[in-house]
């Protein structure tokens, strides 16, 4: 599943590939073609997934709407701004082999597996450090019929949104601009700042790393939208069991369940080695040509910095409580 043209590859595997009717065509000596998708543009379909998100969410929450009712509300949003602004940039990636490849169901079930393992074991590991934590990661619970649209929107399409902008434009930009490792390390990171609860990116980067790095051996965007709609689905559906069993009591404060240290180290092994054993079995496979890598598209463009900005002030409106516990953060 190369994305190597012909007229790239080495001189013995090239003749493979030629026409033995005809002479080789003559090397071209026009300028590098700059990548279909471009660092910039990765930077911005993140930030309108971000923003978007958010404050759609957060306006639909503050006038009386259900959480999932809210959630479509912002997902909508995402494409209708997406859809207005950015119709280059999806054509581009409606080109781009990664769309257009099935997922490898042995490399999303392992991959979800493995993100699963070491995402639980090291939220456990800061929880053994600092309990205090757990009041940052986030309630999705609902009620009635919206449990329904909530398991929807938050198990289904919000991952395929969140995968379009990181993995799909975010990272493949990324990756002409800097390469396929700077590329999933970057994209991870941004990914799992952009949830701000402290404790949840704890749990968000591990997913992150095996989202990029099953992307990039298997070609396929489709293989981390399977992972991500998995553990999303799985996340809500548990809640909505919970609170249809009407479990209440799970929902209070659970910062005074002591976890031992032990426990906290063993975790923090197993964790570490999950993301060992993934990171060395999901090696890229596929990225653009390094010939190809146009050094005119900068890393740190207006739409990255503004990321890296938004999600920095995610973490901090999501750390606020635990901080300033004098200030009322009810409207935030």
């Known amino acids: 599943m190369s994305e190597l043209p012909p ?19 003559p090397v071209s000596q026009s300028p590098i073609t700059p990548p279909p998708i471009t660092a910039a ?12 998100q958010n404050a759609v969410s957060a306006i639909a929450l503050a006038r ?22 950015m119709r280059r940039t999806a054509l581009a990636l409606l ?12 490399v999303v079930l392992g991959s979800f597996a493995l993100a699963f393992v070491a995402s639980r074991a090291l939220l456990l590991f800061v929880l053994s450090l600092w309990p205090a934590g757990a009041q940052t990661v986030p309630e999705f619970l609902s009620k009635g019929t919206d449990v329904w649209v909530l398991l929807l929107v938050a ?12 993995r799909g434009l975010l990272m493949r930009g990324f990756e002409w ?18 949830h701000g609860a402290p404790a949840q990116v704890i749990a968000i980067l591990p997913l992150a ?26 996340a809500v559906g548990l809640s909505a069991f919970l609170q249809g069993k009407d479990l209440s009591a799970l929902g209070g404060d659970i910062t005074g369940v002591k976890i031992p240290l032990s426990l906290g180290l063993a975790s923090l092994l197993i964790g570490v080695a999950a993301l060992v054993i993934g990171t060395l ?27 890296g900005v938004l999600v920095l002030a995610a973490v901090a409106l999501s750390s606020a409580p635990l901080f300033l516990k004098g200030m009322d953060f009810k409207g935030l």
Request: no cysteine; glycine share 6%.
């Open 177 to 194: 601009a800097r390469g396929p490792l700077f590329a999933a390390l970057l994209s991870s990171l941004l990914f799992g700042l952009a």
């Open 281 to 307: 079995w999901l090696t890229p496979r596929t990225s653009p040509v390094p010939e190809a890598r146009s050094p005119q598209w900068p890393v740190w463009t207006l739409s990255t910095v503004l990321l």
């Open 209 to 234: 790393w095996f989202l990029a790095r099953s992307v990039q051996y298997s070609g396929s965007l489709w293989t981390s939208i399977s992972i991500h709609v998995l553990n999303n689905s799985l």
């Open 64 to 85: 009386g709407l259900p959480l999932g009712t809210a959630l479509l509300l912002s997902f909508l949003g995402v494409v209708l701004i997406f859809s207005l602004t």
């Open 7 to 25: 007229t790239k590859l080495p001189h013995a595997a090239a003749e493979l590939f030629a026409d033995s009717q005809s002479p080789a065509p």
């Open 41 to 52: 543009e990765g930077g911005w379909a993140a930030i309108i997934v971000l923003v978007t």
């Open 155 to 166: 198990g289904f399409l919000i991952p395929v949104a969140e995968e379009v902008a990181f």
């Open 95 to 106: 080109h781009d082999p990664r769309w257009r490849t099935r997922p490898r169901v042995g």
